[in-house]
């Protein structure tokens, strides 16, 4: 005897294979076609992003809707860009036709910070974030490169770093500094992390990007200092391009360490140093060996003896 709770299916009673898709589910597959293609999760969530904005203020089954909505959107050209690459994906994936716009994002010089402005982002932090912030500041690595860690990416003993290269970059070893090992060994001694977990837990690049501006800002107020408000996530990256180049002088070298696939990325840090004035500099004087050695494994360069004294600087 068949149960009084089933439900019994007509051919009036539309099912997920005979009823149209509702634009969430048609945006899903495109995401999961991309998933399908090797695209890499970044890819994935930005494409992601970008349909759902697109499918609040447009039709995305009419092309045309879309192109009137980006074109007279209040954004700059490298937002709309972004737009009409994801609906491309969508395009593509349900075959229809339009003409896609060109619009072009303008090329930014990045904006280095000053090193103490990020220690004293660090020094107002928490340990999670503080050593997260000085990881990036050591080594360069992508929020979303730091963010996938887990403890095999860590060579504890001799303070080495193997991130997995997002963007198709080339692999890489990084190294931290003491002080940086110091804090990284003190956070995961306050945590119990195995080898295959991540060492920031739940954290994404957007929750540490949360983070991060939540004290950066708390710092620019207590400091009265509206320069630090102006520092993002992503410049810690271009503070160790600078001051990588700055260091080495070494174009391939710097390209090899930021996981670069073009050398043209790596040659706007070039530029960056021919603005460098003799004041833009802290000295630093070494009375012995061992403080030859702390200088040294703080970015310190040398630069001349005077009267038995080692003199070293290191950019601001």
């Given at each position: 005897?068949?149960?009084?709770?089933?439900?019994?299916?007509?051919?009036?009673?539309?099912?997920?294979?005979?009823?149209n898709?509702?634009?969430?589910?048609?945006?899903?597959?495109?995401?999961?076609?991309?998933?399908?293609?090797?695209?890499?999760?970044?890819?994935?969530?930005?494409?992601?992003?970008?349909?759902?904005?697109?499918?609040?203020?447009?039709?995305?089954?009419?092309?045309?809707?879309?192109?009137?909505?980006?074109?007279?959107?209040?954004?700059?050209?490298?937002?709309?860009?972004?737009?009409?690459?994801?609906?491309?994906?969508?395009?593509?994936?349900?075959?229809?036709?339009?003409?896609?716009?060109k619009?072009?994002?303008?090329?930014?010089?990045?904006?280095?910070?000053?090193?103490?402005?990020?220690?004293?982002?660090?020094?107002?932090?928490?340990?999670?974030?503080?050593?997260?912030?000085?990881?990036?500041?050591?080594?360069?690595?992508?929020?979303?490169?730091?963010?996938?860690m887990?403890?095999?990416?860590?060579?504890?003993?001799?303070?080495?770093?193997?991130?997995?290269?997002?963007?198709?970059?080339?692999?890489?070893?990084?190294?931290?500094?003491?002080?940086?090992?110091?804090?990284?060994?003190?956070?995961?001694?306050?945590?119990?992390?195995g080898?295959?977990?991540?060492?920031?837990?739940?954290?994404?690049?957007?929750?540490?990007?949360?983070?991060?501006?939540?004290?950066r800002?708390?710092?620019?107020?207590?400091?009265?200092?509206?320069?630090?408000?102006?520092?993002?996530?992503?410049?810690?990256r271009?503070?160790?391009?600078?001051?990588t180049?700055?260091?080495?002088?070494?174009?391939?070298?710097?390209?090899?360490?930021m996981?670069?696939?073009?050398?043209?990325?790596?040659?706007?840090?070039?530029?960056?140093?021919?603005?460098?004035?003799?004041?833009?500099?802290?000295?630093k004087?070494?009375?012995?060996?061992?403080?030859?050695?702390?200088?040294?494994?703080?970015?310190?360069?040398?630069?001349?003896?005077?009267?038995?004294?080692?003199?070293?600087?290191k950019?601001?």
């Open positions: 005897m068949p149960s009084l709770n089933r439900r019994r299916v007509t051919s009036s009673t539309p099912t997920l294979e005979t009823r898709p509702t634009p969430n589910e048609k945006i899903l597959n495109v995401l999961w076609q991309l998933k399908k293609l090797g695209r890499a999760d970044a890819t994935i969530k930005n494409v992601s992003k970008f349909l759902y904005v697109l499918d609040r203020h447009a039709d995305l089954e009419n092309p045309d809707s879309v192109l009137t909505f980006v074109a007279t959107y209040d954004r700059k050209d490298g937002y709309k860009r972004n737009l009409i690459m994801a609906y491309e994906h969508y395009v593509k994936t349900y075959g229809l036709s339009w003409i896609k716009p619009y072009h994002e303008n090329a930014k010089m990045p904006k280095i910070p000053q090193e103490h402005h990020i220690d004293l982002i660090m020094a107002n932090s928490p340990l999670k974030l503080r050593t997260a912030i000085a990881i990036s500041k050591d080594t360069g690595v992508r929020p979303i490169e730091l963010m996938r887990t403890l095999r990416n860590f060579d504890l003993t001799n303070g080495a770093v193997y991130p997995e290269t997002a963007k198709h970059g080339s692999p890489r070893v990084l190294k931290l500094k003491n002080s940086t090992l110091n804090l990284l060994n003190k956070y995961l001694a306050s945590r119990n992390i080898l295959n977990d991540s060492i920031f837990g739940t954290w994404n690049s957007d929750t540490y990007g949360k983070w991060f501006r939540h004290y800002n708390k710092t620019a107020e207590k400091m009265q200092a509206p320069a630090i408000k102006g520092i993002r996530l992503y410049d810690l271009h503070y160790f391009a600078t001051m180049y700055h260091r080495t002088k070494d174009l391939l070298f710097t390209k090899q360490q996981g670069h696939r073009k050398i043209e990325t790596t040659l706007v840090y070039t530029q960056l140093l021919q603005f460098e004035k003799d004041d833009n500099y802290t000295c004087v070494a009375q012995n060996v061992e403080q030859d050695k702390e200088l040294i494994e703080n970015g310190f360069e040398y630069v001349t003896e005077r009267d038995g004294l080692k003199i070293y600087r950019r601001k």
